[in-house]
């Protein structure tokens, strides 16, 4: 069971990278750097949320999106933080 888990894990993990590549971030974003930030750590709850909710569920993607931190066509922490938090709030319970 273990093993059956860890491949999903890693299969979803996966995808979510694949679409944070078709995202074209802005430099400095702490997606770009993940897992190798603290500030990337949301993309686990989104692996782990996506497991959750299934593979068919678009949520965790549109999730992903809310956490572009995008403004003015540069990165912004205050708006990556607004998005993350809007994850911790409707999942956290």
Same mark, same amino acid.
């Given at each position: 069971?273990?093993?059956?888990?860890?491949?999903?894990? &890693?299969?979803?993990?996966?995808?979510?990278?694949?679409?944070?590549?078709?995202?074209?971030?802005?430099?400095?974003?702490?997606?770009?750097?993940?897992?190798?930030?603290? &500030?990337?750590?949301?993309?686990?709850?989104?692996?782990?949320?996506?497991?959750?909710?299934?593979?068919? @569920?678009?949520?965790?993607?549109?999730?992903?999106?809310?956490?572009?931190?995008?403004? &003015? &066509?540069?990165?912004?922490?205050?708006?990556?933080?607004?998005?993350?938090?809007?994850?911790?709030?409707?999942? @956290?319970?």
């Amino acid at each position: 069971m273990q093993d059956f888990v860890a491949y999903k894990y &890693n299969e979803i993990k996966n995808g979510i990278l694949r679409e944070i590549n078709k995202m074209m971030l802005p430099k400095g974003h702490p997606f770009l750097n993940y897992p190798n930030t603290p &500030n990337s750590r949301i993309i686990d709850i989104i692996i782990i949320l996506k497991m959750i909710l299934g593979e068919n @569920s678009d949520v965790p993607i549109s999730l992903l999106h809310k956490c572009n931190g995008v403004e &003015n &066509n540069k990165f912004s922490m205050p708006k990556y933080l607004e998005g993350i938090d809007e994850i911790l709030i409707l999942y @956290s319970d």
